[in-house]
Nanobody, 123 residues
Framework: HVQLVDSGGGLVRPGGSLTLSCVVSGETTTINAMGWYRQAPGSQREFVAAISRAGTITRYADSVKGRFTISRDKAENTAYLQMNSLKPEDTATYYC????????????????WGQGTQVTVAS
């Protein structure tokens, strides 16, 4: 069994920054890729970023490339999403997830999810 707890969301002005964290506990040996997704009201959950176990492979949605950075600290079983130059359209609930794949962008590749953390970008 694996548990993911994501945190770090909040209200930020356009152009601001936030860093989300995802702490993983339990059977961490099954964890390979980690990913971040987001879901706005009335929309489907969409891929944001993913990182391989060693942190050497990353993937980003086109909408966040150059603004968001995914990273992970294996020693602390924690994944991060650094979000810069935030825009109102980044407003959503953000979820971290883990996968047994090397790196994954498809939502179906992830088997455990965090509870979500709300990010609101507004002036």
């Amino acid at each position: 069994h694996v548990q993911l707890v994501d945190s770090g969301g909040g209200l930020v002005r356009p152009g601001g920054s936030l860093t989300l964290s995802c702490v993983v506990s339990g059977e961490t040996t099954t964890i390979n890729a980690m990913g971040w997704y987001r879901q706005a009201p009335g929309s489907q959950r969409e891929f944001v970023a993913a990182i391989s176990r060693a942190g050497t492979i990353t993937r980003y949605a086109d909408s966040v490339k150059g603004r968001f950075t995914i990273s992970r600290d294996k020693a602390e079983n924690t994944a991060y999403l650094q979000m810069n130059s935030l825009k109102p359209e980044d407003t959503a609930t953000y979820y971290c997830a883990k996968s047994v794949a090397v790196v994954a962008t498809l939502v179906g590749s992830y088997d455990y999810w965090g509870q979500g953390t709300q990010v609101t970008v507004a002036s």
